[in-house]
């Protein structure tokens, strides 16, 4: 069946998906910055027994690996070892991929990486939400992972179209803070944030148990409990005692606050249902701690769920939920800091770019779906039907032209509250949604 034309697509799609069989990929000396390219669509070739593929998808729910022979554009690294990941995105169908490349040989790398995730964009029928949030995390000042479109090819078929993800671990680190930050024994230390229950950085008590289970560390693991968790239970603290006029150094010398404002700036701008503040309480996110005294970063991940809230979407959304961020949006320079950095967002938004008057997040949006779009359209296990990619994609659309102008006039209005206006959804052409549809399969965690 021929699948309908969007704005910017070959004129046969079909067509498009086998030319596209036959690109060769370039050959010879490449770095990360050629693995993390995204204006190109990657091949990831991938070999293993066919027993293990099929086991690893029947049992996609576990954590074991399975080895298997990874190559890119001529470069073959043996013996990595791949599975099964994700938390509510797991698929027999079409499994979300970790790949370790160190997992049988320690010293082992890939273009200096030890490990990468391949995302099936489970609750992403675009497949380019979470890349399109990092880019702007990234003009925004944050340190987020970087992000390719892919094809995956398993023993040479066709395994589906994914996103090439950076994984967050040490080497993470050492590029984006240095290597001493990095280094095994006295480096910095790195926590995934693991979602058990609804938490806001409230004060469990002066026990090291609750923060435990809630911060798992990636580095520096072998650690004392007390040298891993002390801190946080001290932050949490901080952020519970601290007077109206102590919010500032006293959490402010624990954590990077201005950092903290810029991530609720844009993750609101970009209506993510479950990221800091959201419908299920702190989610998705990293926590990087130096290993002198420095405030600890926030680092985003997992963007899957952005732009699926409404464009007239509060600017006050969910703030009032999180300890942390209800106190420090209670101190005024920094409500004022939060106002600036989505006022900053709208702007980048709606950048133009010489010769074309639309802004730089739908231009984004439009070159990154035309150079996904046959591999979408021939993937062959597929999550979404290509009419729900066509449809997020002109979600993604009508989002681009109307939240930057909504959030103009919300700012406006908070900075004063007298400006007598009220703040409506701009009309877009006919044909175009106010507002992004909601992605299916989120469930609560």
């Not at 799609?13 to 690109?23: D, E, G, K, N």
């Not at 060769?24 to 991938?46: C, E, K, M, N, Y």
């Not at 890939?110 to 003009?139: C, T």
């Not at 693991?194 to 148990?209: D, H, K, Q, S, V």
Request: glycine fraction near 8%; hydrophobic fraction near 40%; aromatic fraction near 12%.
């Amino acid at each position: 069946m021929a699948a309908p034309c969007l704005t910017i697509r070959p004129a046969c799609v079909l067509c498009a998906a086998i030319v596209l069989w036959a690109v060769a990929t370039p050959v010879g000396a490449q770095t990360q910055d050629d693995f993390f390219d995204d204006s190109v669509l990657h091949d990831i070739r991938l070999t293993l027994s066919s027993r293990d593929w099929q086991t690893l998808k029947a049992r996609a729910l576990e954590d074991t690996y399975y080895p298997a022979d990874l190559r890119w554009r001529g470069i073959t690294i043996r013996n990595i070892g791949i599975r099964s990941r994700g938390f509510g995105s797991r698929s027999s169908q079409k499994p979300g991929l970790r790949l370790d490349i160190n997992r049988y040989l320690s010293n082992q790398e890939f273009l200096g990486l030890k490990a990468f995730v391949l995302d099936n964009g489970f609750q992403d029928p675009s497949l380019i939400h979470e890349s399109l949030a990092m880019k702007l995390y990234a003009r925004m000042g944050l340190f987020v992972p970087r992000e390719a479109p892919a094809r995956l090819f398993v023993n040479e078929e066709y395994a589906g179209a994914y996103v090439i993800v950076e994984a967050v671990d040490r080497t993470f680190v050492s590029r984006l803070f240095g290597a001493l930050e990095g280094g095994v024994e006295d480096g910095g230390y790195l926590f995934e944030y693991r979602w058990t229950r609804i938490y806001g950085f409230e004060y469990l008590g002066p026990g090291l148990e609750g923060y435990a289970a809630l911060f798992e560390p990636h580095t520096r693991e072998t650690d004392s409990m007390f040298g891993l968790y002390r801190p946080f239970e001290q932050l949490a603290r901080a952020i519970d005692e601290s007077p109206p006029d102590g919010v500032l150094p006293d959490v402010g010398r624990q954590i990077d606050l201005p950092g903290l404002i810029r991530l609720l700036a844009i993750q609101n701008f970009l209506g993510d249902l479950d990221g800091l503040v959201g419908k299920w309480g702190m989610a998705n996110f990293y926590f990087y701690r130096f290993r002198q005294d420095r405030p600890a970063q926030l680092i985003p991940w997992d963007a899957d769920l952005a732009f699926v809230l409404p464009t007239d979407l509060s600017i006050d959304y969910y703030l009032d939920t999180n300890v942390l961020v209800r106190r420090v949006m209670a101190v005024p320079e920094l409500r004022r800091l939060y106002l600036d950095a989505l006022i900053l967002c709208a702007e980048l938004a709606m950048q133009p770019s010489a010769g074309d008057a639309r802004g730089w997040l739908e231009l984004e949006i439009e070159r990154q779906a035309s150079l996904i779009e046959a591999s979408v359209f021939a993937d062959p296990v597929s999550l979404h039907t290509f009419e729900q990619f066509e449809a997020a994609i002109t979600a993604l659309r009508g989002f681009a032209r109307t939240r930057a102008p909504f959030v103009q006039c919300a700012v406006a209005i908070a900075i004063d509250p007298d400006t007598p206006r009220r703040c409506t959804v701009p009309t877009v052409p006919p044909g175009d949604p106010s507002g992004p549809g909601v992605p299916h399969g989120h469930e609560p965690r």
